[in-house]
Structures are given as C-alpha cells and as structure tokens.
C-alpha cells in the first residue's frame, strides 16, 4: 500500500500505537479476494551456495506460502561441488525442495535448467538472497488467473534491512530496482499505432499511465521477483545464457525476457500484491560493484536482443536520442541530489540519503563496456559449450540432473 516512515528513538507505547494504526489501515483496506482458480506455481531459485544463511532463509520462507499448488527448485550453479558440501544439510532440512545441478556458469544457465524441471503453469524466479511473503504465490497466481493476456508478472520488492549507509544509498536512489517503487498494480502491453518499440502502461482502471520504450521495462520488473506462464517462456528460447550475473555481461537476462515477451505482443503485469524482501548489499564495496554491472548488462542486454532479432537495431536507433535526453535530466537529477553534505548526527532516513556522484558515475562508466562484454561472454559459452546457440536451444533437448 505504502511507506510509512517516522523517527526512532520514540516511546515503545507510541511505537505500538503507530504499527496498531497501521495494522487497522491495512485490514480496513483489504476485502475478501473472490475465488478463482489458480495454476500450479513452479519456484526456481539459482544459487552458488555463497550465502548458506540467507539462502536458507529464503527456502524457510517458501515453505510458508499460502498456495495450494507449487514446488521448489533450487539450482546448484557450482561448476563442481565441495567433498564438504553445506548445501548437503541445508536441503535435508527442506525435504519438498527438489535441486538441480547446472554446471554451466551463469543465472541465466541456472534459470533455464529450472525451467526445464519445472512442471507447474506458471513458472517464478527470485533470488537466494530475497525472503518472499506468505502471500506471494497466491498473488502472483490470482494476476494470472484474472488477466490470461498477460504471459508475465512481476512484484514488488522491498529491503528485509536498512542498516549500512549503503543500503539506504540504494534503496533512496534505486529503490524498486531501477524504477521508482509505485504500490498500484499496473498493465503493460503495445502502445497501438506506435510500432513495436514502445509500450503503454495503464492501470487496471483502463487509465493511461505513461508510453514509454519497451527497453524501459526496468520500471516495472526486476529478476527477484518474476513469473512467466511456462509454455510462452519456453517458446521464446528462456533465458540468454550470454547474459547475467556469473558471466561477463554481469547482467540483463531478466529484462531481455520481459521484452521480449512484449516485443512478442504478450502483456506483462506488475502486481504488488506479490511482495518479496531483498537484502541489498550491506558494504560499499558491493553496492559500487553492483552500480558498474548494472550499467554493463543493461547494455549487454540491449547487444543481446540485436543480435538475436535485428529489428531491435533500427528501433533503438529510432528511440535512441529521447532515451538519451530522459536519461541526461534522470542523470542530472541524481547528481543535484549530492551537492549538499549529508546532515550530521543521527543516520539519515532512506528519503534524505544522498546519492554520492560516484556511484551514479560508475553505473554511466559501465554502460559502453556492455557490448564488448556480451562478446566475451558469447566467445565463453562457445568455448564452455561446442555451440553458443547450441546452449540456448537446450531448452528443446532437457538434461538437468535432479539430486
């Protein structure tokens, strides 16, 4: 619904008295959702078994959704597994987890091995550091159930934390992943009459939100919380195991399969109702390696669906210089936000944090480097496997192993 914000240290009986106000806000809110049926819900989490404790606090947390029909796939992404292996005890504790090991390097590589053993309508992807709500499945099921256009859902995403200057540096200035966090479930198809390249947001309403470029879809989905209705997602080859974290374009796989679910005409909705709980990145190390992959595979991705339909090419070319001039005033807003020093004393809130010049700078920096990293990354798959494309199309041919 919202973001309620207020300043600690207060009383704990007006602690109380807020989150009591709240709680009847939300239940006066809330009525009784008709019933529809729901499709079967297929969950994959990729993992490189580098954050046992979050990891298994993100499967704790799939055990207590709501939907009556779903299962859980973990893809192990090591290249080979310890003699000592933790994920071993971690999954005897979540019998019903089924895990798949996918050798090759690369989420994009782990999410199409899950989507392989997938057996349910609908198939949903988050991330080993992300804790999903109880009600995260049945909402993403319901937006499926009520609108059979849309071939892509995604949710929102909110910190589990804010306890390191930079996570409140990320969630003020990046907050919703790329895009500003909005709490009104919205419906993006073809802008009609505009072409192919550009998309138009509506609410459920039927209002006009905004028409923007379908390379914009960032606004509305990030890879910790998206679902796809299987078979459109199979049809249209999964995921592009050139990019994405684990490979040299750092990124992008997700947004390149949700355009290309709407270059395809499909409909994508964005429903934040389907809530899940992401752990940024506590140190600014992480969050500056972030900002640079970030820029890397946005680009990577734009190279990425060049080369796999060359109409892309001469819609970019078309868009190109008023995505340029949005990105230009986006930019200069952001580096306005950093001229006056943060306020001394207590921690600043998530609202006041300035966005330092030099991240904002880091993410520009990476953005030319996104091309020439799709190609090594395409050159690494041909040499990991006898064929890039060969790669790709596996998802014709499944051969993951179940453990």
Do not use: K
């Not at 704990?12 to 939300?26: K, P, S, T, W």
């Not at 606004?219 to 249209?236: D, E, I, K, P």
């Not at 195991?241 to 290309?260: F, K, Y």
């Amino acid at each position: 619904m919202g973001v309620v914000e207020f300043d600690l240290p207060l009383d704990e009986a007006v602690v109380e008295r807020r989150l009591n106000d709240m709680d009847h806000d939300l239940l006066a809110a809330d009525p009784p959702a008709a019933r529809v049926d729901l499709p079967s819900i297929s969950v994959v989490v990729p993992t490189v078994v580098q954050r046992v404790p979050e990891l298994e606090r993100c499967l704790a947390s799939l055990t207590t959704t709501d939907h009556p029909r779903y299962e859980v796939i973990l893809v192990d992404n090591r290249p080979e597994r310890p003699t000592l292996d933790p994920l071993t005890g971690l999954v005897a504790r979540f019998p019903s987890v089924h895990v798949v090991h996918e050798p090759r390097p690369g989420i994009s590589a782990a999410r199409n091995a899950g989507l392989l053993a997938a057996s349910g309508e609908v198939v949903a992807f988050t991330d080993d550091d992300v804790q999903v709500d109880r009600h995260w499945l049945q909402a993403l099921g319901r937006r499926f159930a009520t609108h059979p256009d849309e071939v892509v859902v995604t949710g929102l995403v909110v910190p589990s934390e804010l306890e390191t200057p930079a996570q409140l540096q990320y969630e003020a200035h990046y907050g919703g992943f790329g895009g500003r966090r909005t709490f009104t479930p919205v419906h993006v198809e073809r802008a009609p009459g505009r072409g192919r390249g550009q998309v138009v947001a509506r609410g459920l309403d039927g209002e006009m939100l905004q028409v923007f470029a379908v390379y914009g879809i960032g606004t509305y989905g990030a890879g910790a919380n998206m679902a796809f209705r299987r078979h459109a997602l199979v049809a249209s080859g999964g995921f592009d195991p050139a990019l994405g974290t684990g490979t040299p374009a750092r990124g992008g796989e997700d947004l390149a399969a949700m355009i290309s679910a709407l270059w395809s005409g499909g409909a994508l909705g964005y429903e934040p109702a389907a809530l899940v709980h992401h752990r940024h990145r506590r140190d600014e190390a992480g969050l500056r390696r972030q900002m640079l992959a970030s820029g890397i595979g946005f680009t990577a991705m734009l190279a990425s669906l060049v080369v796999h339909d060359h109409h892309h090419l001469r819609t970019l070319l078309t868009l190109g210089p008023a995505a340029l001039r949005t990105m230009a005033r986006q930019t200069v807003s952001r580096m306005a936000q950093d001229r006056s020093a943060a306020t001394p004393g207590p921690q600043p809130s998530a609202r006041r944090t300035p966005a330092p010049r030099s991240l904002v700078a880091l993410e520009l920096s990476g953005m030319p480097l996104g091309a020439f990293a799709y190609v090594r990354s395409r050159a690494a798959l041909a040499r990991s496997s006898s064929d890039g494309r060969a790669a790709r199309r596996s998802l014709l041919n499944p051969s993951p192993s179940r453990s």
